[in-house]
């Protein structure tokens, strides 16, 4: 009962600021610079430098973000996608000088290659040595009996 009595009348005595807590205002400094331990034109330099970094930062990743977007747009071109108004938009904001990384240049012309080998009659060739001959043979001679069948159903002169 004497703990609950007594942090009542504390409470109210610190709410009148008639009590011994000292106010942490005083103890801070005023000055962010004085706070950083540095002279005000330091400090002012200081700020100027981390501004101008987050802008390089910020000018970088737009850029890597168009540079993305272009590379976004020649592949639905190439695959005819509909066209995606973002990337457009990102390409827009980030200038018309944008260029596709040279890395992602080259896994697209990998993959362009390997799509080209693949169409090519010399790739239609070796995927036929992979594929299993008896296995088609059964294919065809199944189609054609069905074939066979089928017509005869439907033609009265068979």
Do not use: W
């Not at 592949?75 to 509909?82: A, G, M, Q, S, W």
């Amino acid at each position: 009962m004497s703990f609950f009595l007594k942090s009542m009348v504390s409470n109210q005595v610190k709410n009148l600021g008639l009590g011994g807590e000292e106010k942490s205002e005083d103890a801070a400094p005023a000055d962010p610079a004085a706070a950083a331990g540095m002279t005000r034109e330091e400090y002012e330099e200081y700020q100027k430098q981390l501004v101008e970094e987050k802008m390089q930062r910020d000018a970088d990743f737009l850029h890597k973000k168009a540079e993305r977007a272009t590379l976004r747009t020649c592949l639905r071109e190439k695959y005819r996608l509909p066209k995606s108004e973002q990337d457009e938009n990102m390409i827009q904001m980030a200038g018309d000088d944008v260029d596709v990384p040279e890395e992602l240049l080259k896994m697209v012309d990998e993959d362009a290659t390997e799509e080209e080998e693949k169409d090519s009659i010399f790739g239609q060739i070796q995927n036929l040595q992979n594929m299993d001959m008896d296995q088609i043979k059964e294919k065809a001679q199944a189609t054609l009996t069905d074939m066979k069948t089928k017509a005869e159903e439907k033609c009265s002169i068979m």
